[in-house]
Nanobody, 121 residues
């Protein structure tokens, strides 16, 4: 069974930085797009950034210039470096990836369990 596990959430002051990691494990044949989403209290889950297997990235406007998504395919891990954090970045951050396993060699969408990021003084 394929799963994603996030690391790195926590409490940080406004203007500070955090780095989130998300590692995929299981019977993995291939990983296509990897992404980060977030869900603030009382709001819907929104896309933050994604990175393709070729390394092309895309960001939501509110994080452009502050967040950087990257991936290490050898480690089956995607990262989100978050700088200049603001209180409005407070949310549960979820990792998402399209992963093909050795059972059917088809891509399936997989979600992590989420990690809480709180930006507060």
């Amino acid at each position: 069974q394929v799963q994603l596990v996030e690391f790195g959430g926590g409490l940080v002051q406004p203007g500070g930085s955090l780095r989130l990691s998300c590692a995929a494990s299981g019977s993995i044949f291939s990983i296509n797009v990897m992404a980060w989403y977030r869900q603030a209290p009382g709001k819907e889950r929104d896309a933050v950034a994604h990175i393709t297997s070729s390394g092309k990235t895309n960001y939501t406007d509110s994080v452009k210039g502050r967040f950087t998504i990257s991936r290490d395919d050898a480690k089956k891990t995607v990262y989100l470096q978050m700088n200049s954090l603001k209180p409005e970045d407070t949310a549960v951050y979820y990792c998402n990836a399209d992963i093909a396993n050795y059972m059917d060699y088809r891509y399936h969408e997989v979600w992590g369990q989420g990690t809480l990021v709180t930006v507060s003084s």
